[in-house]
């Protein structure tokens, strides 16, 4: 008989039961993740048959449009964790303010941050989205209480929906990899620890927007797209307009995700991705995983927020081609290596 296959929730226990301390709050909060990372598959998968596609006839707080199946996934994260005492307050991408839950002020040690459903404009079409989340413990109380830098999590993942349903999340020791078995609709273990490599040969960027980059971005680009075979280049083009999508493939593949800032006094001079929801959860994961994050001038993790909905610019994924993109955009000679 082949071995048992490792659950997600076998595979929590087991990791609580080696670290020294644990009360087994954060067990039962990821646990949950897995249940609404479930919850909002199954939304998503009969989205077309229950009239939930399309704009929800809103705007959320950075003014994009918000479709149903936002509405939906956040509504299932914030009802995910109003009960059982493990959190205090969430926040989230499509909503203004945190949700702070009334019957927690005395218990309740942890607070979760998400973009409930990442990739928005893939949702009409059938294309890759994601969840992803962040946890921290509470400290003091009030939306300041979140405005710290990504080191302070605790926990950090994504869901990914595509052709299967992810599950990627990391405590600090190791990002793993799950994977939704829909005959018994569990999350079983397919790649523990994983480890990414140092160099990829895919890029993801909106290239539309290259009018509006600073040189520097331009030229990083364009870096990619030359034809040198010593260096590993030309780099293939890769992007999906999910970040959960494709700072996954790059998790398995190698590769550099940027979404970089508008040059100066361009419309978006911070970029688009949002620190507490998008930028430090997946900074904390592909860290992880032996990869980096950086805003071009800055560690991800280093960023501390002044506000809940803060941007910066993203490069995430190989090391090597993150360090790259560093060196491009300090103006430092870039100076790349043979691929080796
Ligand atoms: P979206 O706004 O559609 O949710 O997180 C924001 C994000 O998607 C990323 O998933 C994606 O990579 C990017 O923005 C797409 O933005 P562009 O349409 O500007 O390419």
Redesign the pocket.
Known sequence: MSPAPITLDRFILEAQQVSPGATGELSLLLMRLGVAGKRIASALSRAGLTGTLGAAGAQNVQG?EQKKL?VVANEILVETFDYGSLVTVVAS?EMEEPVVYAQKETGGGYAVLF?P??????IDCNGTL?TIFSIRRRKDGGSADLLRSGHEQVAAGYVLFGPAVLLVYTTGSGAHLFTLDPAIGEFLLTRDSLSMPERGRGY?V?E??AHAWAPEVRAFVDYLKQDDKASGRPYSTR????????VHRFLLEGGI?L?PPDAPGGKSPSG???VLY?CHPLAFVVEQAGGRASTGTQRVLDVVPDSLHARIPLAIGSREEVELFDRFSSGRDPKPGPRT
Do not use: I, P
């Open positions: 994009e936002d991408e973009d459903l990442d990739g928005s404009s893939n994601g993801a909106n539309g927007r992007y999906s307009a999910s970040l959960v999508g494709d995700y979404y688009k991705l949002r998008e």
